[in-house]
């Protein structure tokens, strides 16, 4: 946060509680705020206003709540399901299933893969199982 978003916290707080807003008492607001990104400082804002405990709002107070803003409005966002993005399921030339249903071919890429290592396997398959 900087120093103007700070000024623009301290007015949103002001119109509350009535409190004097000076360019001293914005300079000690960032400097205990100052790594605050705004979003997370209003939404502590919010939470401190709800806390009975809290009488005078101090910036501590917002270090305070600062977490719980952070997961809350991770929360809020909306889920987005990212697309699947697979290949289908190849066939085996042999016997025209599906290659993890098709004992025979599964258990033939096992093997070559336990006598050649990994490398080379999709080549393998591609040459000598895949349809």
């Not at 889920?79 to 033939?108: F, G, Y």
Request: include cysteine; glycine fraction near 4%.
């Amino acid at each position: 946060m900087n120093i103007s978003e700070v000024k623009q916290l301290l007015t949103e707080i002001a119109a509350i509680d009535n409190r004097k807003l000076s360019e001293e008492v914005a300079q000690a607001w960032y400097s205990v705020l100052g790594f605050m990104p705004l979003d997370i400082a209003r939404e502590a804002l919010h939470l401190a206003r709800k806390d009975d405990r809290i009488g005078w709002l101090e910036p501590k107070n917002l270090v305070t709540w600062a977490k719980e803003a952070a997961f809350k409005m991770d929360r809020d966002k909306p889920k987005v399901e990212l697309p699947i993005d697979t290949a289908p399921q190849r066939l085996c030339k042999d016997h025209e299933k599906l290659i993890l249903s098709c004992n025979p071919c599964a258990h033939r890429l096992y093997k070559w893969e336990q006598a050649n290592g990994s490398k080379g396997l999709h080549d393998f398959a591609n040459a000598e199982i895949y349809s």
